[in-house]
T-cell receptor, first 109, second 114 residues
Framework: GQQLNQSPQSMFIQEGEDVSMNCTSS?????WLWYKQDPGEGPVLLIA?????ELTSNGRLTAQFGITRKDSFLNISASIPSDVGIYFC?????????FGTGTQLKVEL | SAVISQKPSRDICQRGTSLTIQCQVD?????MFWYRQQPGQSLTLIAT?????????ESGFVIDKFPISRPNLTFSTLTVSNMSPEDSSIYLC???????????FGSGTRLTVV
């Protein structure tokens, strides 16, 4: 099935740094979602975006729904050790989600 | 949001056997889905579990290999049939309530086929 292109594939950053990751698609989506997955767990929803151009924040997280409806980005400000994990974008069309390839975030103390 | 429980959380199975994974939601959800996540990979949708009728499978997945049941709005099962080592993956159940589209996931079932 289709997957969304997510970059970077992995990041190794210092605690306190800001992080940015993005997701692009050849298809348009009606909703963009960002999830975080910890080892041994299922993905947990971080932010949902419902309108093209929408910018939404959730604490230190900020995400935007691209104006073309084919992309989205997620920013994490002032990273902390518990931000470690794999971040997935997901585009929704109809009732189905298509997931990105994932960004693995590692934080150095 | 709904809380989704999956059983078993992990299993090691012999090739050629079948395993049934259970998914229980603590509230009624309009839609339930089953995903596969191969080691180090993203999530791929297997099928939409339809209440009281046959599941809707995605390309590359068939009912004979992955039979799914959903007898009510809070419970579903996925069977991985005639397993081979290539079926070693994490299988995840997901549900969505109403039109909120807040898709919630279970913790997954980590399957190893030997």
């Amino acid at each position: 099935g289709q997957q969304l292109n997510q970059s970077p594939q992995s990041m190794f950053i210092q605690e306190g740094e800001d992080v940015s990751m993005n997701c692009t698609s050849s298809s348009i989506f009606n909703t963009w979602l960002w999830y975080k997955q910890d080892p041994g767990e299922g993905p947990v929803l971080l932010i949902a975006l419902y309108k093209a151009g929408e910018l939404t924040s959730n604490g230190r997280l900020t995400a935007q729904f691209g104006i073309t409806r084919k992309d989205s980005f997620l920013n994490i400000s002032a990273s902390i050790p518990s931000d470690v994990g794999i971040y997935f974008c997901a585009g929704q069309l109809g009732n189905k989600l298509t997931f990105g390839t994932g960004t693995q975030l590692k934080v150095e103390l | 949001s709904a809380v989704i429980s999956q059983k078993p959380s992990r299993d090691i199975c012999q090739r050629g056997t079948s395993l049934t994974i259970q998914c229980q939601v603590d509230s009624q959800v309009t839609m339930m889905f089953w995903y596969r996540q191969q080691p180090g990979q993203s999530l791929t949708l297997i099928a939409t579990a339809n209440q009281g009728s046959e599941a809707t499978y995605e390309s590359g997945f068939v009912i004979d290999k992955f039979p799914i049941s959903r007898p009510n709005l809070t419970f579903s099962t996925l069977t991985v049939s005639n397993m081979s080592p290539e079926d070693s993956s994490i299988y995840l159940c997901s549900g969505v309530e109403g039109i909120s589209f807040g898709y919630t996931f279970g913790s997954g079932t980590r399957l190893t086929v030997v």
